[in-house]
Every structure is written in structure tokens, then in C-alpha cells.
């Protein structure tokens, strides 16, 4: 079974702090892709970012970073100079390849409430 | 392109009644998913739609059922309800591409409040 851990359940900072938000995955799959998405107040998933388990490089998009560990199935989430609109609840999700006739399913971890303050 | 529509946006409801949410997927996008959102369960997965047939389903009770048309629409009704159903439900589409795990682009979801 799949299983995605976010330990920390509320993160506070001050703007322009830098945050990093955990991620812990289990899975039996060899193949197997990781995402984070943002739910702002308006309850909308945002899509962030999709990674699969072959490709261990980290990611820069702007002030986000992605630093992805399989050696210890964890992919984080950094955010460099943090603004208060990157207040959120913030979710890691894993998901398995899919075979022929199986579809796409997500396993959320149980999010991260972030609030920068001014 | 326009995103992943939700309808309605609010609703209640009382225990016993039946509920019926729509979901219209972005243009193109033949794979519809849909998700419960509860501050107890957190995030759980319902079940997947691709060309009209279920792909996919999560861990329901049958209360939970949906269905998809020729246009990749979809709809889910919940029959029966109870207090616990009370949840923001999402909607997400994809293109429905095999062996892979595409990425879901989400609706903004439809408030369900049972009284």
C-alpha cells in the first residue's frame, strides 16, 4: 500500500524567511511519481509540480525548489524568500504508474498549513 | 484553456436526501476524478472515469456512485445521505493517458453540508 507522510501540520514564518516543507513516501513500486500542489483559502488544488522515481534532479521553479531523496523516499519542499501569499495548506501526493486498464489514482499525505506573516 | 469546472458550489442537504455534483473537465481531457475532503479523513480518493466506463475506485460505500458522458462530463451522486458526508468534493481531469501518472488539474470544488 501507499502511504505519504507530511509531519508537520503547521508551519508559522516570518516574510522573507526561507521554509521547507517534508515529505516522507512509501511504496512498493519501482515506478512511481510524486507531486505538490497548494490549496489556497479558495479550497482549488494549485498543481506545483510533478516528479517520477527515475529522475532525482533537483527542481528551481523561481523561489520553489524540490530536492528529491529516494534513498530516504523523501521529496521537499523549499521555498526561498517566502511572501504572504504563500500562505496555504500544502499536499504531497504519490501516485503509481497506471497499466493498461487501471486508471490515476493520488494518495495525499495530510498537509502542511503554511502562514507567512507580514 | 478553461480549468476543471465544479457545479454547484455550495450546497445542504439533510440526512436522508441524495445529492448529484457535476464536474466538466478541461477541454480535451478525457479522465475524470473525483476526491472527498474532510479535516478528519484528510484527502481520500473516490473513484476515476475515462471514456464513459470507471477506471478506478476508491474505498466508498456504493452510497458513492458516478458517471461520466460522451463529452467526459462527469457526475457523481451520493444517495443516502449522512452527517459524516459533509465534505469539500473534487473534481480533477486529465488527458487519460496510460502508464503514466499525468498530472490532475483540480476543480474548485463543490462544499457539501448534511444537516
Known amino acids: 500500500a501507499q502511504k505519504v507522510t507530511q509531519a508537520q501540520t503547521e508551519i508559522s514564518v516570518v516574510e522573507k524567511e526561507d521554509v521547507t516543507l517534508d515529505c516522507v513516501y512509501e511504496t512498493r513500486d519501482t515506478t512511481y511519481y510524486l507531486f505538490w500542489y497548494k490549496q489556497p483559502p479558495s479550497g482549488e488544488l494549485v498543481f506545483l509540480i510533478r516528479?517520477?522515481?527515475?529522475?532525482?534532479q533537483n527542481e528551481i521553479s523561481g523561489r520553489y525548489s524540490w530536492n528529491f531523496q529516494k534513498s530516504t523516499s523523501s521529496f521537499n519542499f523549499t521555498i526561498t524568500a517566502s511572501q504572504v501569499v504563500d500562505s496555504a495548506v500544502y499536499f504531497c501526493a504519490l501516485s503509481e504508474a497506471m497499466g493498461e486498464t487501471s486508471g490515476s489514482r493520488l494518495t495525499f499525505g495530510e498537509g502542511t498549513q503554511l502562514t507567512v506573516n507580514p | 484553456k478553461a480549468g476543471v469546472t465544479q457545479t454547484p458550489r455550495y450546497l445542504i442537504k439533510t440526512r436522508g436526501q441524495q445529492v448529484t455534483l457535476s464536474c466538466s473537465p478541461i477541454s480535451g481531457h478525457r479522465s475524470v476524478s473525483w476526491y472527498q475532503q474532510t479535516p478528519g479523513q484528510g484527502l481520500q480518493f473516490l473513484f476515476e472515469y475515462f471514456s464513459e466506463t470507471q477506471r478506478n475506485k476508491g474505498n466508498f460505500p456504493g452510497r458513492f456512485s458516478g458517471r461520466q458522458f460522451s463529452n467526459s462530463r462527469s457526475e457523481m451522486n451520493v444517495s443516502t445521505l449522512e452527517l459524516g458526508d459533509s465534505a469539500l468534493y473534487l473534481c480533477a481531469s486529465s488527458q487519460g493517458l496510460r502508464y503514466v501518472a499525468e498530472t490532475q488539474y483540480f476543480g474548485p470544488g463543490t462544499r457539501l453540508l448534511v444537516l
Open positions: 516528479r517520477n522515481s527515475f529522475d532525482e
